[in-house]
């Protein structure tokens, strides 16, 4: 089939470009005529913290949006007369302001060393950080009028909107460099401009259409604030590798002196074909997330499933169509040095002459395999160590970048009002009759957590309870004084789920109750992440297992790529805790450690590794087939195989490592751990993984690689006319 199509795109170009181009422009314009459907708080319910909002949800509250100005001294004591004029003067300035819906009392700190002026906004809560400026503009001319005194705002809208900027700025600075690296690396890769430029215009468009076509998804399977960027990551990995494969394999077949129709329809046979399995291996991954049944991961699967099939499509259609159209002048205009370093020239036999880098480091794995194995297995085993002492927390306030005012003036705010930091969601829903003994209840509840350490006691009149107009549903915050992921924290809200809550709602008639909040996010995540991960894991192992057997005819290739893949993301695992969890590497990629690997990382990362690791495999050992079909031994064949596929494994490995890591440099841990991972584990799996754990592997093998079950075996493809030649070591030795 991939035959046939990369035949009829190389034979009618124009019709095949035009109709990428048609369908690109459809699913892109379409989408966005369709608008994105975005998960709501109940679709990303987990755990008992999702069914706490689901019950605050019933109660129907119209939680409208709040901020505050926060008074405090430059230096020294507060002057509460100055501190008195400050308030007095924001308030009467803000009642002024389009979008204050009202202007609360001022509250001194109980060390009376601030003062906190609450304010009301009007409007819809969804889009207050829209709205906020004003407001902000406003607190900028009562600071002006009082140098004296700090005066600042802060609050949920103007935290938004300063993070949001800044997160605004990063991904569009990565996604402004990645276009760059990858063209550079292209370049050096290919010596060529249009030879490089050709797999960016393929990965980017198919970027685009996949954007449209999970727009439309959305509507299915809800979308999250990641969706894009995933699409974006995802999409230039693999658009650029598959490309990169097809792109390679044509001008080798060119420089053998092969037509352009012939060169094209070999390079689908071969390389476009590596291209389909292992676009269907990363496309079982990824299917795996939606066995984790809930809204972000099924969102993360659904657009990498979507960019990954689009990718593969173009691959087969208008790559051949381009590359026919093009003919030679694909390797134009030639950069000098670049491109006597990376043209394909042809050596004995006809075949392409390869480079002594490659069989020099293939030397140990094929001259003492059993030593080689053992020594990097162990390695790479030793690597992975510390992904057994992996813990997982979701990223608090606290670690947000402090480079925006809002962020410190938070920080201001919680020291001197700590209820207004970290906070638990005590949510009760009972019969309305039962709506008394509730509030009595939660108000008892206040008042012993207000006597223990682990809780901060409520500012101003006491706890504030919230009941919803039909009295079924009560809702009380308990804050802490301790950040969100600290031990305290978690331990704050073991007490009130274990201890405080049932004891103080016991005997209620009908009552149904749960504890939500940050923190309660973060570990109810965190057990559901581990819940669902064997799964998940078992699921893409078992398909994967299938479509490896299935392709290459043998069992035993398709365990050892299982195997092989379970070690990189592994070694992977332990690089990530290593870097991230034991903080050894803050000040060399400018992070502070939050003791922990972000929550969703571990599950998404493992499909991600396991899909793209696959794209590697698949196309070397396609190439080492291609060997032992020719009639080289298995160890020639090994040889031909890794020393054949190694130049562009390797430029698309630095492709994705480029892309991945420019991930690290944005400001959000979690977004660093991300790039890290990404970028370490590919870096692995095509250096250790590739040119040294699985020479070796299938060289001690040898022909045991290629055993499968009568049934499975099927007929033999035809050997190529040319058989490939032995390398020059191998002939010596045999």
Not at 142 to 166: F, K, M, W, Y
Not at 264 to 288: C, D, K, L, Q, R
Not at 570 to 576: M, P, S, V, W
Request: overall charge neutral; aromatic content about 6%; glycine content about 8%.
């Amino acid at each position: 089939m991939t035959v046939r199509l990369a035949r009829w795109s190389a034979e009618h170009p124009w019709r095949a470009i035009a109709l990428w181009i048609v369908f690109v422009a459809v699913c892109f314009v379409g989408g966005n005529a369709a608008g994105l459907n975005e998960a709501t708080d109940e679709d990303q319910a987990i755990g008992e913290v999702g069914r706490a909002e689901v019950i605050v949800d019933s109660g129907g509250f119209h939680e409208p949006a709040t901020e505050n100005v926060l008074i405090t001294p430059r230096s020294g004591a507060l002057d509460q007369a100055a501190a008195k004029a400050a308030a007095d003067d924001a308030a009467a300035r803000l009642r002024q302001v389009d979008g204050v819906a009202s202007v609360g009392t001022p509250l001194p700190s109980r060390d009376g060393n601030a003062l906190l002026l609450p304010i009301t906004m009007s409007g819809d809560p969804e889009t207050a950080e829209d709205r906020v400026q004003p407001l902000r503009d406003t607190t900028a001319k009562v600071q002006e009028a009082h140098p004296a005194l700090r005066v600042e705002q802060v609050g949920g809208p103007s935290i938004s909107q300063a993070l949001n900027d800044t997160l605004g700025k990063d991904f569009k600075r990565a996604e402004l460099l990645s276009l760059p690296v990858t063209l550079a690396i292209l370049i050096i890769a290919f010596g060529a401009l249009i030879a490089a430029g050709v797999p960016v215009l393929l990965a980017l468009s198919s970027v685009a259409a996949a954007m449209g076509l999970s727009t439309l998804a959305s509507h299915l399977v809800p979308a999250t604030d990641t969706t894009a960027s995933v699409i974006l990551l995802i999409g230039m990995a693999v658009g650029v590798d598959y490309s990169l494969f097809y792109v390679r394999r044509e001008r080798e077949e060119r420089a053998k002196g092969r037509a352009g129709l012939d060169a094209v329809e070999i390079a689908a046979e071969t390389s476009g074909h590596a291209v389909v399995v292992s676009g269907t291996a990363v496309i079982i991954s990824m299917g795996g997330l939606l066995l984790a049944q809930d809204a972000i991961f099924s969102s993360l699967a659904v657009g990498s499933i979507l960019v990954v099939a689009v990718a593969v499509i173009g691959s087969l259609t208008v790559l051949p169509a381009l590359l026919a159209k093009l003919g030679r002048w694909v390797d134009r205009p030639r950069v000098p040095l670049l491109w006597r370093l990376t043209a394909p020239r042809t050596g004995r036999h006809g075949q392409p002459a390869r480079p002594r880098f490659w069989p020099a480091v293939l030397k140990p794995a094929l001259r003492a395999p059993l030593a080689t194995l053992v020594v990097s297995v162990g390695l790479l085993l030793a690597l992975a160590a510390p992904a057994l002492g992996m813990k997982l927390k979701f990223p608090g306030m606290e670690d947000v970048p402090r480079t925006t005012a809002a962020m410190q003036a938070y920080d201001r705010l919680t020291a001197a009002f700590p209820s207004n930091g970290t906070s638990h969601t005590v949510a009760v829903r009972a019969p309305a009759e039962q709506a008394d003994r509730v509030h009595a209840a939660l108000t008892a509840l206040a008042g012993r957590a207000a006597t223990d350490p682990l809780f901060a006691p409520a500012e101003g009149d006491g706890p504030k309870i919230q009941v919803s107009a039909d009295r079924r549903v009560s809702v009380l915050e308990v804050a802490t004084p301790y950040a969100s992921r600290t031990d305290e924290a978690a331990r704050s809200l073991h007490e009130l789920r274990d201890d405080l809550v049932p004891a103080a709602l016991r005997g209620i008639p009908g009552v149904e109750y749960a504890v939500g909040g940050g923190v309660a996010a973060s570990e109810d995540y965190a057990q559901h992440v581990w819940e669902k991960l064997p799964l998940v894991a078992a699921f893409v192992l078992a398909l994967t297992f299938l479509v490896m057997a299935w392709t290459f005819r043998s069992v035993v290739v398709a365990f050892t790529s299982i195997l092989l893949n379970l070690l990189s993301a592994g070694a992977a695992y332990g690089l990530l805790v290593l870097v991230f969890q034991g903080g050894w590497a803050e000040d060399l990629l400018g992070f502070t450690s939050i003791g922990a690997i972000v929550t969703w990382l571990p599950l998404f990362l493992f499909v991600v590794l396991f899909g793209l690791s696959m794209d590697y495999h698949v196309f070397v050992v396609s190439r080492i087939r291609e060997g032992v079909r020719s009639g080289l031994s298995n160890r020639e064949a090994v040889s031909y195989g890794i020393t054949s596929s190694a130049g562009v494994v390797t430029s698309a490995a630095i492709v994705m490592v480029g892309v991945f890591s420019i991930f690290a440099t944005l400001s959000t841990i979690d977004m660093k751990q991300l790039g890290i991972g990404l970028a370490a584990a590919i870096l692995l799996d095509a250096t250790i993984i590739r040119a040294v754990v699985l020479p070796s592997l299938m060289t001690l093998l040898g022909d045991a690689n290629w055993w499968a079950p009568r049934f499975l075996r099927g007929r033999a493809a035809t050997p190529p006319t040319e058989p490939p030649a032995p390398t020059p070591e191998l002939v010596g030795a045999r």
